[in-house]
């Protein structure tokens, strides 16, 4: 079950949870379509800006375990002296399976 007390403190009414629930499944889907099209084209910069707002959306979910992954590949793309684009790939593939782990509990949520 997707926890979501944080929104209950953010917001006034169970009707914006479950409005921003349902921009969440959206958002989510296409930032991590956008994450991926960065890394193939190595446009880290980017890559890391995108990896930060996915880190944050997941956290309003006390979703820790998906946010650490996105926290770590924003972490590496802001140090592109060091990149290992096999990593990275590796990395949003293990992003992209928890998080169809929550967006099956986000769907579940939503009423």
């Known amino acids: 079950m997707i926890d979501t007390s944080v929104?209950?403190?953010?917001?006034?009414?169970?009707?914006?949870?479950?409005?921003?629930?349902?921009?969440?499944?959206?958002?989510?889907?296409?930032?991590?379509?956008?994450?991926?099209?960065?890394?193939?084209?190595?446009d880290?910069?980017?890559?890391?800006?995108?990896?930060?707002?996915?880190k944050s959306l997941l956290k309003y979910l006390n979703e820790f375990v998906s946010a650490e992954i996105a926290s770590d590949i924003e972490f590496i793309c802001e140090n592109?002296?060091?990149?290992?684009h096999d990593l990275i790939k590796k990395m949003i593939k293990n992003l992209q399976t928890e998080m169809e782990n929550v967006l099956i509990k986000v769907n579940k949520k939503i009423i």
């Open 7 to 42: 929104l209950h403190k953010i917001f006034e009414s169970e009707e914006m949870i479950q409005k921003f629930l349902i921009s969440f499944r959206l958002e989510i889907q296409k930032s991590l379509q956008q994450l991926e099209e960065c890394v193939t084209s190595k």
């Open 44 to 54: 880290y910069e980017q890559a890391g800006i995108v990896a930060h707002s996915i």
């Open 80 to 84: 592109p002296g060091n990149i290992n």
